[in-house]
């Protein structure tokens, strides 16, 4: 090993114990713990697959998991079967009927949101859930099928530990403004424009 | 029901009807299946999580997955435990042993990625795994630990039908130039801002 390389070392040693320190310090300083609404939202990929990798990781830790799908239950989902592995640790409810634009039913739409959001606050009354995926809840609030107020209401009023995840595009302001984490997940380049078709695995 | 409300279904059906058509010919028009090259990128919270997801949904599909953690290997995450059920359709690495600034050690870093990359290699050898997630790899390429022609080459050369994801911030632009699907991860609000602490089930 060469004097530079020795230096170059130490210099990356010194840089990265100063880092470690920030990182520390950082990390001691954040001492609340809460159940956390968070909001995926945005026009690219990935919202709903989130909200899937932090279902998984609670169940990783042993906690119980609850989804409900707002619009898109119709779907035969790959995720849907591997969850039933984990057996009773997870409550999934499909109770949206396919995107609005399937059915071409507008009551039926608002009716199946409304049964959705109804199964939404009793998985919230449950003290066994410490997780709650509220999938696509933005589309069923951005057609108004759901009373926006009512369901940040039903949303602030949950008990303080309860972790909330809320996907789908164009999420109202008011969540926004309400939520402890919003990613907005941004189409930077997407298969689609060349030609690609949805994938098994991939889309669904 | 008013006459007014079934003018108002009757539109609702019109336009839905329509936005169908579109969305059919949409899906009509991509013809093109491929193992596509995906990234998650950005700031934002989720880039690992909805790799995870992706995991999840292909292990639904019956399917075998690969996945290489570059940098924060010696974490002990929920997630890994969950994967743990699927049994030998998950091939799971955690070769990387903990942010830089953890180790300190620059050479060390270095010998890890890069053990790390020939599993990636080997797994992308191996013709039963349909997707394969490298956690974490555009860590390793800001950092230059790892080569980013050799790893584009040989991310080019992979089987046609391979599925790779790639997470981390600050993707390299000829790794961006080089994928199908970049979704860029935003943040929008975060609850570290608000003196939360990172929790159990949602960041590890």
Tied chains: 1, 2.
């Excluded at 609670?58 to 057996?87: C, N, P, Y």
């Excluded at 509220?134 to 069923?140: K, Q, S, T």
């Amino acid at each position: 090993m060469t004097e530079t390389t020795t230096d170059d070392d130490a210099r990356h040693r010194e840089k990265m114990a100063k880092r470690k320190a920030v990182q520390d310090a950082e990390v001691a300083s954040k001492r609340i713990e809460k159940g956390l609404l968070i909001v995926h939202t945005g026009p690219g990929k990935g919202k709903t697959t989130a909200a899937l990798g932090l279902v998984l990781r609670m169940l990783g830790r042993g906690h119980r998991v609850g989804v409900v799908q707002f619009i898109k239950g119709a779907w035969d989902t790959g995720e849907a079967r591997a969850l039933k592995s984990f057996g009773d640790r997870i409550a999934w409810h499909a109770l949206g009927e396919g995107f609005t634009w399937e059915t071409q039913d507008k009551a039926r739409d608002i009716a199946a949101c409304r049964k959705a959001w109804d199964t939404a606050k009793a998985l919230m009354a449950d003290p066994g859930i410490r997780l709650l995926v509220l999938d696509e809840l933005n589309i069923a609030l951005r057609y108004d099928y759901l009373d926006l107020d009512a369901v940040l209401a039903d949303l602030a009023a949950r008990r303080p530990d309860l972790h909330v995840v809320v996907t789908g595009r164009n999420a109202k302001p008011a969540l926004i403004e309400a939520a402890d984490l919003v990613t907005e997940m941004g189409s930077v380049k997407h298969h689609f424009s060349a030609g690609v078709k949805a994938q098994e695995g991939i889309e669904f």
